[in-house]
């Protein structure tokens, strides 16, 4: 083969999807491939670099460049916060998403860390508070079966929503029975309307280290409002996804 580096990069995904080069296995080294298709070896880099920003592979020190394994967790749309599941059930949204997916769970994948913090000026425009007053903070780090970081997700309450309740209990795992919905509904808050949010960004240092991320890996990040049936905002939540481990999927009433 002759021509640029894109050209050898969709060859190579092409590879890739078709199963010639599985996941976890390496490619061949980039001489090695120079020689196969016929480029020089800046062009066969330049191409696996292209592949490792779009998450295909990345570089593995002393191994060379693996095919990454890629099964997306399924993110369910309103099917994940239904009643049934946490307000009758016991089956909170993470646990949803990797019933819906055929994947292992136990409770404790979702750590908890809980603290009094100042709302920011998105939690205080969610709340219509002032910058720099009280809220709760509600940080979680879920990983899937293999101990792999899949996202964050850190909710902010009003304080005296849910003092002495278990969403200011720092034991890993949902909230108790039902996880932090059931605890609003038992303190007479129940959630009616959600409204999400989505967008995508390169992700901060921070976030790299802490969802072990690849290079040129990017985030999908969540922005969720939780409302009484009067309209009363009970949750603001804010989630960063690794963007090649979920796949969203949304199904609704077209409307008239």
């Given amino acids: 083969m002759t021509g640029g580096y894109r050209e050898l990069a969709a060859t190579l995904r092409d590879a890739i999807v078709r199963g010639e080069y599985p996941a976890g296995s390496t490619l061949p080294k980039q001489d090695e491939l120079a020689k196969l298709h016929g480029v020089n070896v800046k062009t066969v880099r330049n191409a696996v670099s292209l592949l490792a920003a779009e998450g295909l592979v990345t570089p593995v020190r002393r191994r060379g460049t693996v095919v990454r394994d890629r099964p997306p967790m399924r993110r369910l749309s309103t099917d994940r916060y239904a009643k049934s599941k946490w307000k009758y059930g016991d089956v909170v949204a993470f646990i949803a998403d990797r019933e819906a997916s055929g994947q292992e769970w136990k409770r404790t994948d979702q750590t908890q860390t809980v603290a009094t913090a100042e709302a920011d ?35 902010y309450y009003l304080p005296g929503d849910v003092e002495g ?65 009067d309209g009363r905002v009970v949750e603001f939540a804010r989630g960063v996804h690794a963007a090649s481990r979920f796949a969203w999927s949304y199904t609704f009433r077209i409307p008239e």
């Fill in 121 to 155: 000026a998105e939690v205080a425009e969610a709340f219509g508070l002032g910058i720099g007053a009280p809220v709760h903070e509600r940080a979680r780090l879920v990983r899937d079966s293999a101990g792999k970081p899949t996202h964050t997700l850190t909710s």
């Fill in 165 to 229: 309740t278990p969403l200011v209990d720092p034991t890993p795992g949902p909230a108790g029975r039902g996880g932090g919905f059931a605890v609003l509904t038992r303190q007479g808050l129940e959630p009616d309307a959600i409204t999400e949010t989505f967008h995508s960004r390169m992700p901060t240092p921070e976030e790299i280290a802490v969802l072990e991320l690849p290079a040129g890996e990017p985030v999908m990040v969540l922005h969720r409002t939780t409302v009484t049936r």
